[in-house]
């Protein structure tokens, strides 16, 4: 709040300076003010405390329309006390290390930037305004200290955090000894299916190759053969069928003659078999594991 002048030389002296700025940009209600007028009419100027209060908004209007910096640097003079004292009291009641300065200087820079968003309909409108730039600046300033206290300096001595981007030693040694131990079992696959695959009749292999490598459709692959479509999907099932017994059966003798259970082969056995034929084949789309 702007505080009265403590004589009336202090308020001559300030109207004798409207009065410069009037004949500086030719704003008439500086002009009137310096008379002891209101800056137009309807206005009133009925204490000392509401003429100060038009000498802000007035100069604050004056600034807006002409861009004038001797009209802006009175206004700064004018209100600068006042706004740092409310500064300064919102601070203590924060318990923030913010300097009061700082956010003074920001303040009167964001009215100096943005004075097209001022509107002088009465005579405090420049105070309600700039307080609410203060209080609006100061939370700008507090969250901006809340978010720098979250970052803490790290010690150069002190154990940095591990990278989660680097592999550890222990992580890649596991990830190798899995690695080898899928790529054995992938080759062991590949291996059966390659020798159960070579037991099917040539139709049969024609006929996988066609629909599960080439990718063609079931129509397509019935006239290639020369059969009725469904003849193809009955060869197309039974050469699955002996592939995935044959390498069940395979796989049990590995095991130590364990007997498996009954019923259809395991899923696994099936997903890993449908990768290895397609890989066999020369036209796989699948990522393999390395035989490196």
């Not at 300076?17 to 309807?42: F, I, M």
């Not at 290639?224 to 044959?246: P, Q």
């Amino acid at each position: 709040m702007l505080h009265s002048p403590e004589s009336p030389t202090d308020r001559r002296a300030l109207a004798a300076r409207l009065v410069e700025l009037w004949e500086r940009t030719g704003d008439p209600a500086l002009h009137r003010l310096a008379s002891g007028e209101p800056p137009h009419p309807g206005a009133a100027v009925g204490s000392e405390q509401a003429w100060l209060d038009w000498v802000s908004t007035s100069l604050m209007d004056c600034y807006k329309n002409t861009g004038d910096s001797t009209v802006f640097a009175l206004l700064f003079e004018l209100n600068r006390a006042s706004f740092l004292q409310a500064i300064q009291a919102k601070l203590r009641r924060t318990f923030h290390h913010v300097d009061a300065q700082d956010v003074l200087q920001e303040v009167f820079l964001n009215i100096y930037r943005y004075p097209h968003r001022f509107l002088a309909d009465r005579a405090d409108a420049f105070r309600g305004w700039g307080h609410r730039i203060a209080r609006n600046t100061l939370l700008k300033f507090l969250k901006g200290q809340a978010r720098l206290a979250q970052f803490h300096e790290l010690d150069e001595e002190v154990v940095q955090p591990e990278d989660l981007n680097q592999r550890s030693p222990e992580r890649a040694a596991s990830e190798a000894e899995s690695a080898l131990v899928v790529n054995q079992a992938f080759l062991m696959y590949l291996q059966l299916y390659l020798q159960h695959f070579g037991r099917l009749s040539p139709k049969e292999r024609r006929a996988l190759t066609l629909v599960e490598v080439d990718g063609i459709s079931y129509r397509a692959a019935a006239r290639d053969l020369g059969i009725r479509l469904e003849n193809l999907k009955m060869v197309v099932f039974r050469g699955r069928r002996k592939i995935f017994r044959g390498m069940e059966h395979s796989l049990q003798l590995l095991a130590g003659h364990q007997p498996a259970p009954p019923g259809r082969p395991a899923a696994a056995i099936r997903g890993t078999a449908f990768a290895a034929r397609r890989a066999l084949l020369g036209h796989s789309q699948v990522p393999t594991p390395s035989l490196a």
